[in-house]
């Protein structure tokens, strides 16, 4: 129980979500419009990659941040042609893209910075600590030295919330998610909307990959978003494709991997740790949240009839 | 008969052009930073193929992939996507690697398969059970399970060997565990000495086997044939009297027995024991395995054997002309963009015809095959 009242663990499990909230709101944003996307692993990396890269060439980590929005659009655009223009299958596109987006990122780091890596002096986003924050009992050991990011993960779940649910544009997208031969006849472009799903997808999922390049190190290592994308992908079905419901999960697993590194030392074996939020994944699917249904036309291209 | 060939040129035209399209893109990109491609990719296919060594290599990287493939593979024929089986390999590896360390009386080849089989049973419960019960009788996504049942498997067996008094730990410096048997060790592929410095050893007979295996159930038995028609659909399926759920924990729990037939070889083969390798990828590079084989038992032979030449040959290429070995998952992603994208090649050929307007009457006649 004295783990529980330790501030690491709490600071640890809101740090550790960032990573998986960002990307599994994005691909939130891509299935509710129809396109199954299992590329954030891949986009995560590009993302990352970029941000280091303009983070070190500019000198500004915020020019990286941005580099890296850009990056993550530009390949989830390429993604979206594919398979909303020419109707590939959706899930061997994000296959092709987590492993194009592994290659290129590994591929350039060593052609442009050689076998060394990234330079140690590239700057980082900035750490904040809100004392009226810190100051709350409890509370504080959540915001205890966090990236920018994490405060701008929790403005984005509540933003995307409001969007999905409470905008027009929010209601259209969804509806082409539902049925999209009903909002077309509606005169709603759906192309246009599942595109609009597809990049907001990329562009976060590129954020979530720059936390873990200039948000909590000023690096870029080969593969470093060690499969946190197909975890984001699994919050984002445990979450039943909604915003909260996927930050939910991400804490969960932020606390999971939380609790692991704060055990780490003591008796218990970190390795049986670590299985905890993927045993719990499991058990909540099965049984705790009830089935979760993925929007209707999820993963089915749309071809009007022209 | 004309079909037949529409249907041969589709699974084996398409995949090539595929991997023709990335090459190509692979090639430019080379050139522009610097290289030239021509020597780049010949030290690459030197390097897969050039010599009995490097082609033994390969052909040993390619075993686990094509028996993962294959599983995969079955699943996908179900309708299932098995994303979880580096789990399933390295669950059936420790299983193959214990029995392989115990039972030290028993003659050679019994051990052997009674190791193998333990592998197998392993992948199976992990593919089978939790992730197929799930799915068939609570409606829980198989994409998550299995993928969340391959974290535990692998935490499983890093468990088995990483802390000091771990259940399978070798007493000693490394976490690893103790050997297996000498006399479990598979022989070479051929009885050379070259290939038993590359580690190619009987594993690959056994692949082999198991292609034509798979492609026999799949293709001519009743059990495939059901397995086929729940891939093509499930609520037809469930009317024609077949158990769908039977056959969704079924195929799950086959999928596995593959990924833990392979983890099974490959200790057996290669690795004669655990350590901390864990970081394969087998099962995510054996998914694009079974989609460029377009989920062909010998298809997976042939992809599987791609894809360890590009690994294998990607290794030389950087040492021979400088440029990564991740210039190959690069081809990789590329090669599985263009084989998602088939419509783009009938797309750009009537974009052609639209773009000469004496060649549209021609194009008004194949019309029909276009659309």
């Known amino acids: 129980m004295t783990v529980l009242a330790n501030p690491q663990l709490w600071a640890g499990t809101l740090s550790l979500a960032v990573p998986l909230a960002f990307p599994a709101i994005g691909g939130t944003f891509s299935e509710r419009t129809g396109v199954v996307n299992i590329a954030m692993e891949g986009i995560m990396l590009v993302g990352a990659f970029f941000a280091v890269a303009c983070s070190h060439w500019t000198g500004n980590p915020w020019l990286g941040l941005l580099a890296a929005m850009v990056?993550?659009?530009?390949?989830?655009?390429m993604f979206a042609w594919a398979a909303i223009r020419i109707a590939a299958d959706q899930?061997?596109?994000?296959?092709?893209?987590?492993?194009?987006?592994?290659?290129?990122?590994?591929?350039?780091?060593?052609?442009?910075?050689?076998?060394?890596?990234?330079?140690?002096?590239?700057?980082?986003?900035?750490?904040?600590?809100?004392?009226?924050?810190?100051?709350?009992?409890v509370l504080g050991w959540f915001f205890h030295q966090q990236s920018v990011l994490v405060y701008l993960m929790l403005l984005l779940v509540i933003v995307s919330h409001w969007f999905l649910f409470h905008t027009r544009l929010g209601l259209r997208m969804r509806a082409v998610g539902e049925n999209p031969l009903a909002a077309d006849t509606l005169g709603l472009n759906v192309w246009r909307l599942r595109y609009t799903g597809v990049i907001i997808g990329g562009v976060l999922s590129a954020i979530g990959g720059a936390y873990l390049s200039i948000g909590i190190l000023n690096s870029f290592d080969v593969n470093m978003t060690d499969g946190r994308g197909y975890i984001a992908l699994a919050a984002?079905?445990?979450?039943?494709?909604?915003?909260?419901?996927?930050?939910?999960?991400?804490?969960?697993?932020?606390?999971?991997?939380?609790?692991g590194n704060v055990l780490q030392g003591s008796n218990v074996p970190t390795d049986l740790i670590a299985m905890l939020p993927y045993a719990l994944t499991i058990l909540a699917l099965a049984g705790l949240v009830g089935r979760s249904t993925a929007p209707a036309a999820d993963g089915i291209p749309y071809l009007p009839n022209r | 008969m004309n079909s037949v060939w529409q249907n041969i040129g589709r699974n084996i035209g398409m995949p090539l052009l595929a991997s023709l399209f990335a090459i190509v893109i692979g090639g430019i990109i080379v050139a522009i930073i610097g290289f030239n491609p021509l020597v780049v990719y010949g030290s690459l296919v030197s390097g897969a193929f050039g010599n009995l060594y490097n082609l033994g290599s390969t052909l040993s990287g390619a075993v686990p992939l094509i028996l993962?493939?294959?599983?995969?593979?079955?699943?996908?024929?179900?309708?299932?996507?098995?994303?979880?089986?580096?789990?399933?390999?390295?669950?059936?590896?420790?299983?193959?690697?214990?029995?392989?360390?115990?039972?030290?009386?028993?003659?050679?080849?019994?051990?052997?398969?009674?190791?193998l089989l333990g592998g197998m049973l392993a992948g199976g419960i992990w593919g089978g059970i939790v992730p197929g019960l799930a799915k068939a009788y609570l409606g829980a996504h198989e994409v998550?399970?299995?993928?969340?049942?391959?974290?535990?498997?692998?935490?499983?067996?890093?468990?088995?060997?990483?802390?000091?008094?771990?259940?399978?730990?070798?007493?000693?410096?490394?976490?690893?565990?103790?050997?297996?048997?000498t006399n479990t060790q598979l022989a070479p592929f051929l009885p050379l000495q070259v290939f038993q410095q590359s580690q190619l050893s009987v594993g690959l007979w056994i692949a082999l086997a198991a292609a034509v295996v798979v492609w026999i159930l799949l293709q001519r038995t009743t059990f495939g044939f059901q397995v086929r028609a729940v891939g093509f659909n499930q609520r037809a399926s469930r009317y024609a009297g077949i158990r769908v759920p039977l056959y969704t924990v079924l195929t799950l729990g086959i999928s596995g027995v593959f990924a833990g037939l392979a983890g099974g070889v490959q200790m057996l083969g290669v690795q004669y024991q655990l350590n901390d390798s864990f970081a394969s990828q087998y099962g995510y590079t054996a998914i694009v395995v079974s989609l460029l084989a377009r989920n062909n038992p010998f298809g997976c032979v042939i992809a599987g054997i791609f894809f360890a030449a590009l690994n294998t040959g990607g290794q030389n290429m950087q040492q021979v002309s400088g440029v990564p070995a991740s210039l190959t998952q690069v081809l990789t992603g590329l090669i599985i963009f263009f084989v998602a994208a088939e419509r783009l090649i009938p797309m750009m050929r009537a974009w052609v015809r639209r773009r000469r307007p004496d060649a549209r009457s021609h194009a008004a006649d194949e019309g029909g095959t276009l659309a």
């Open chain 2, 144 to 181: 998550i399970t299995t993928m969340m049942m391959s974290y535990i498997g692998i935490f499983l067996v890093e468990y088995m060997i990483e802390e000091p008094h771990a259940p399978m730990r070798q007493p000693g410096f490394f976490p690893q565990s103790p050997q297996i048997a």
């Open chain 1, 91 to 137: 899930v061997v596109l994000g296959m092709a893209i987590n492993f194009f987006g592994a290659g290129i990122t590994a591929f350039l780091l060593n052609t442009i910075f050689g076998y060394n890596g990234t330079p140690t002096s590239t700057p980082a986003l900035p750490m904040v600590t809100f004392p009226a924050l810190a100051n709350v009992p």
């Open chain 2, 68 to 115: 993962i493939g294959l599983g995969i593979a079955i699943a996908f024929k179900a309708g299932l996507f098995n994303i979880g089986a580096d789990g399933q390999y390295w669950v059936g590896a420790m299983a193959s690697v214990w029995i392989g360390y115990h039972f030290t009386g028993m003659p050679g080849f019994p051990h052997i398969l009674l190791a």
């Open chain 1, 236 to 259: 984002m079905i445990f979450g039943k494709w909604t915003p909260f419901g996927s930050f939910g999960a991400a804490l969960l697993f932020g606390f999971a991997s939380s609790l």
């Open chain 1, 71 to 77: 990056a993550g659009g530009l390949v989830s655009w």
